[in-house]
């Protein structure tokens, strides 16, 4: 790490501070949730692990963000990263800088396994969730015409997941890895399954400060050292391929295609450059 990434920024303010703060999620499974004891995760670890490296001997701390504040808590300076399980898009960009990819998700919908239902168009009349404040409330919204599906906002992943578990929504639309974590660490997993066709493919990564070009590039540099050794794809399999706390279950998403070309060739490409294909 050269001298402009330690003298400049996000790096020379949490030496100052002797202390870091990562933004985290409460019910994001795998990437970052809860343990009620604090967070852990894909991305959580993903963090400790980095910023132990870039920051030696300063205090990392935890703090939780949601879908609506996570931007401005980043951009005031109250987190200096963002470690959960946010979209990159153009949208965002214009607000803030994404390190290199490090989850490519596709969203669909949970529903509970007794209801039959397997498809978007079996979701005519009936009432879908989705947390406020993120991508999927667009595309939800121009479902909710075409469908005549009734679109219900819920604050944040725990509660949505809860609305689909009580019936107060017939399903739950998320990114996979959000759904199958939440699913797993249901009181009755069995009783729920992820369907339908995807709604959208979107990177995922970790989220920093606009303007502090050194502090992306330590993290890009960090992210793609462990990308070409193998050490990301192995923290990948632990959490998606291994039984993770609290209940030991296994989300079970493997490597997808499109995140080991990621893995290859490490970009900070926004969502809409995957539509293009």
Not at 37 to 57: D, F, I, N, W
Not at 70 to 78: H, I, K, S
Not at 208 to 237: N, Q, T
Request: glycine residues 6%; hydrophobic residues 40%.
């Amino acid at each position: 790490m050269g001298a402009s990434a330690q003298d400049s920024g996000t790096l020379a303010k949490a030496r100052a501070a002797g202390s870091v703060t990562m933004g985290v999620r409460d019910a994001s499974p795998p990437l970052s949730y809860s343990l009620g004891t604090g967070y852990a995760g894909y991305h959580v670890e993903l963090c400790e692990q980095m910023l132990s490296k870039l920051l030696p001997g300063v205090a990392i701390r935890q703090m939780a963000v949601t879908s609506q504040n996570r931007l401005p808590l980043l951009q005031n300076g109250t987190v200096d990263i963002e470690c959960g399980s946010t979209t990159n898009n153009t949208a965002r960009q214009q607000q803030a800088a994404f390190a290199h990819t490090t989850y490519i998700t596709e969203a669909r919908f949970a529903v509970r396994a007794a209801s039959g239902i397997a498809s978007v168009e079996q979701l005519k009349g009936k009432t879908v969730v989705t947390t406020t404040g993120t991508t999927l409330v667009q595309r939800l919204r121009r479902l909710e015409q075409e469908r005549h599906i009734t679109v219900v906002l819920a604050k944040d992943h725990a509660e949505s997941f809860l609305l689909l578990e009580s019936g107060r929504a017939d399903a739950f639309a998320m990114d996979d890895n959000t759904l199958a974590g939440n699913i797993a660490n249901a009181r009755n997993p069995a009783d729920f399954r992820i369907v339908g066709k995807p709604l959208g493919i979107e990177p995922i990564a970790i989220m920093l400060r606009k303007d502090d070009p050194a502090f992306k590039s330590a993290v890009d540099g960090y992210l793609a050292a462990a990308m070409a050794s193998g050490a990301l794809e192995k923290l990948y399999a632990k959490w998606f391929m291994a039984p993770i706390p609290p209940k030991n279950a296994v989300i079970n998403i493997p490597l997808s295609d499109s995140l080991k070309a990621a893995f290859l060739a490490p970009n900070d490409r926004p969502a809409e450059a995957y539509e293009e294909k």
